[in-house]
């Protein structure tokens, strides 16, 4: 599913244990890391597509997580060119992402990695909240500092501030260099993650 701008609607999952440290999974075959994420299909809403995706690629179901936070609107990124297919039927030029902040609530014994035919991943660990701003592709890093930042004030509600610390101002959403602009630039009406609502196009 991409819409008419070439973006492909897309969840993004932080799962978070309650010392603030954050869900942090290794490419199968690759040396990339990231959060988990994935597209959604034309019948989900942003939580069902969450829902379906924890479980793809990290195994675990509702009943292991609690939802804190979400993103509202849509957050979106380009793909870098030699990414891009030009000769698909329909060109997806990057993703236009909800983010959603979970609490582990299971074991990490529920964390299972390889309960799909083509599992994403092939190692994870915990990190500390801030760390993948500065880990992740780079075509990324706008979207997960958006991201994080409008679900740190979420995070540190659980684990406190010495977790979670304030982040630094980012000047390329600040209006001056001492305020931080937390809603994204493409921020819609709230999504209201239990209840499932899609977020604006």
């Not at 597209?39 to 597509?49: K, S, V």
């Not at 075509?139 to 958006?146: A, D, I, L, M």
Request: contains cysteine; proline residues 9%.
């Amino acid at each position: 599913m991409i819409d008419p701008d070439g973006y492909r609607p897309n969840v993004g999952i932080v799962i978070m244990n309650t010392a603030g440290q954050v869900f942090w999974a290794r490419r199968v075959h690759r040396d990339g890391w990231q959060f988990p994420q994935g597209g959604m299909n034309t019948d989900e809403t942003p939580l069902e597509a969450m829902y379906r995706e924890l479980r793809e690629e990290t195994g675990l179901l509702p009943q292991h997580v609690d939802v804190l936070d979400a993103t509202p609107g849509w957050l979106r990124y380009r793909l870098p060119q030699r990414a891009i297919r030009r000769h698909d039927r329909l060109v997806c030029i990057g993703q236009k992402q909800v983010w959603f902040l979970l609490q582990l609530k299971g074991s990490e014994a529920d964390v299972r990695l390889d309960l799909c035919d083509k599992p994403e991943f092939d190692h994870w660990r915990w990190v500390d909240f801030w760390y993948p701003l500065e880990h992740v592709v780079t075509f990324k890093r706008g979207v997960y500092s958006r991201a994080l930042r409008h679900l740190a004030p979420a995070a540190r509600r659980v684990a406190g501030v010495h977790a979670v610390p304030l982040p630094a101002p980012d000047p390329r959403q600040a209006r001056d260099p001492g305020r931080t602009r937390l809603r994204p630039r493409s921020a819609g009406p709230l999504l209201n993650p239990r209840l499932g609502e899609s977020p604006a196009n």
